[in-house]
């Protein structure tokens, strides 16, 4: 399974960009998908979850100013962040929680490669 994640760049503050991530391989069903990220010396933290069904949870920093949704149909995330602060300035990596196959009830969990947000002051 691979995750492909896209949208990366540099932004002034203020400004928006949208993280696209889409799962691919070997995939029976895709769980729930999220976006963390990691600034220069700090741990990875959560941003922002999506289940199957839609529902969300967001870190507290992002509340009102990103919004997660998905397309279960290209198993694909989107993170539209807006408002943005050169606190945002991070990798962001893509996770999903993934059935591989119909018989296998197991859930396995994989990382994407990471896109870089810089947001400038």
């Known amino acids: 399974v691979q995750l492909q994640a896209s949208g990366g760049g540099l932004v002034q503050a203020g400004g928006s960009l949208r993280l696209s991530c889409a799962a691919s391989?070997?995939?029976?069903?895709?769980?729930?998908m999220g976006w963390y990220r990691q600034a220069p010396g700090k741990q990875r933290d959560v941003v922002a979850t999506?289940?199957?069904?839609?529902?969300?949870n967001y870190a507290e920093s992002v509340k009102g100013r990103f919004t997660i949704s998905r397309d279960n149909t290209k198993n694909t995330i989107y993170l539209q962040m807006n408002s943005l602060e050169p606190g945002d300035t991070a990798v962001y990596y893509c996770?999903?929680?993934?059935?591989?196959?119909?018989?296998?009830?197991?859930?396995?969990?994989?990382w994407g490669q990471g896109t870089l947000v810089t947001v400038s002051s």
């Open positions: 996770n999903a929680d993934v059935r591989l196959v119909r018989i296998d009830r197991r859930v396995y969990n994989f």
């Open positions: 391989g070997l995939i029976f069903s895709v769980n729930t």
């Open positions: 999506i289940t199957t069904g839609g529902s969300t």
